[in-house]
């Protein structure tokens, strides 16, 4: 069950002027599932992508950058599920080639404009023939308003769908965005087992579009960890359409860009958020904020200890303030000139420990009341500085466990 | 259950001339539990110690730093289990300083000859009183063929104890060698939730002790993890009596050096292995080798992350061969240079993976065949140099969530 997160709602999700999403059940894993995305863009679409950092990244990773740098728009990307193509050396490559060349004869347009994306078992040969004979039905299903179904045939072990949409008025003008993702589990930042398409219509500049693409996945889903695992497959695709009325965003910085990446970071929050929410067994969502630090960098690093930790995320499960081992955790983190009798450590309002021990003030009882809690803050105050970095995790279940126990099977 | 290991055998664990052990039941945590233990030494015994590098390091851990520092010799050693007496502040260190001046007080020497140790729950006070109460008990009850009881005094959630002996001939003189350690979760190393002692009967300079424990340490308890989290009171003491024939041990490199420093580390291993075969939860014992490294800190980076990982340890609790786990855990280690193609990754003598994907070799079944092994090995031959580094972990069940869930209740 994920933490305070429902179904999207199908009327609830905008189309965005210039791109069309197709679905079809390709049986790439199990028969009669939605397992395959095919979404299109008209002319003069801009896309710019942030991708996983693990060396060993998947076939399809590789080709979409590949595909990204050269100059040719890109006119269509494809994604499959139950398969990640990943540690599939020189086969995997071919196959990730194929599946855009059998989009490409599709859609009329070369194989190079064709971005592919693979989620799923790695180390398993794709089943390329089977996405080739896909192909054609979620070509014939394309349409504007099918960000619904999109959003469902991206899942692997997601109990539900994530989509959101906004709107924003800049100069009088409605600027919409509509973003979807999958990933539950494998989920560490630099990125997540996470496939993220984030669409809009306004026309932004190709540069100001990948610095934003960057700027927002910083924001947020280089802000959450379910398991401290760092995928294969990792993408965050940011779309511009340029359809709406709103002129080119072209400066850094103007009123416009501001308006837009706020618009676009908050979907992005919104997506990430939703991520850890449905992260595997979880059944509490932890926001951790770190403050006082000397730089963001040592606040995200103290942040990772506490939500990284099996031993934290036990005691969160099991609705225990065994509230020692975030102190722990904070030790351990790294930072070999902190101050521990300086820093204050606090659960939602309650103040836990400070002066290096528990708080004369505190009582287990506070304690309890907040950690029965299924959305928590744990807030570490360190005084030694004005940086800060909030971060997103979940608790660690039996069926954490259960999930990945048994996840081929 | 753990792995492959079986309790000591209390005929089989040797007295080391020159140290004598009392236990007693102290009620520090539960009633009728053997929770308190008292080592003591004959004059001449010099101690060498290695400690967390947790910044949130308990208050026993930096009075024992401060008391090893001075000039006096440590005559004894006080542990107790059921309470960390780590985040206490203030309180803490004044608590830890009370019992060490208690057992003072009942030898006859000074308070700072006494080195205080104590493990179990975080940020709770010290029960002093009940302690002081126990010493006593355990200060009547020492003698030298007491080893079986100390480990048994020592455990916490630990389901065996850890104990074990060695005898090697030097120069025609019988060396004793007698350890037990404690430690079952909160494992990683600098260090883990772990309490070692190790002693022996031979002479050795402090100077030679001291790089010795270093030494042992780096290759045995450096070397393991349960759950990637670092506790806030580890310790290894390295006792040398110095009763043997013996003739001190001064020179390093020397024949004696290296024979005692080879004993010492066999136990030393013993030991850091026996605590991960009963890790918490596992089911399974996992050697992680990393060889063919440009350096030995790459090997062990890469060989944590795959120790480390969620998604490869809950895969072993399954016997799932869901081997590209491992891959994405070699891609993620942050070696940016790394060449994934070049490297191979075995299990135990099964070839698995070679250039960038699965070797064409490979069967699912000999995969499988291994995934039912209790001891398994995983090795990954990088192929870009001769350095190497082996590591220990152990799988991730249902019983470590339960386990650490309900460790306070």
Known sequence: MPVNLTSPVAAQLLPVAGVSLGIAKAGIKRADRKDLLVMQFSEGTRIAGVFTRNRFCAAPVIVAREHLAQA????????????????????????ARTTCAALAGLLGCKASQILPFSTGVIMEPLPVARIAAGLPGAVADMRADNWFDAAHAIMTTDTVAKAISRQVLIDGMTITITGIAKGSGMIHPNMATMLGYIATDAAISRTLLQQMAGLACDRSFNCITVDGDTSTNDALMLIATGKAALPEVTTAGSKAYSALLAAITEVAIWLAQAIVRDGEGATKFITVRVEGGRNEAECKQIGYAIARSPLVKTAFFASDPN?????????????????????KLYLDEVLVAENGGRAASYREEDGQRIMQQSDITIRVALNRGASAATLWTCDFSYDYVKINASYRS
Chains 1, 2 share one sequence.
């Open 72 to 95: 040719d728009e890109i006119r269509a990307l494809v994604v499959n599920t139950g398969n990640a193509n990943a540690g599939t050396g020189e086969q995997g490559m071919s196959d």
């Open 323 to 343: 509230l020692g081992r975030i102190l722990a955790a904070v030790g351990y983190a790294g930072i070999d000139d902190l101050d521990v009798d300086a820093l």
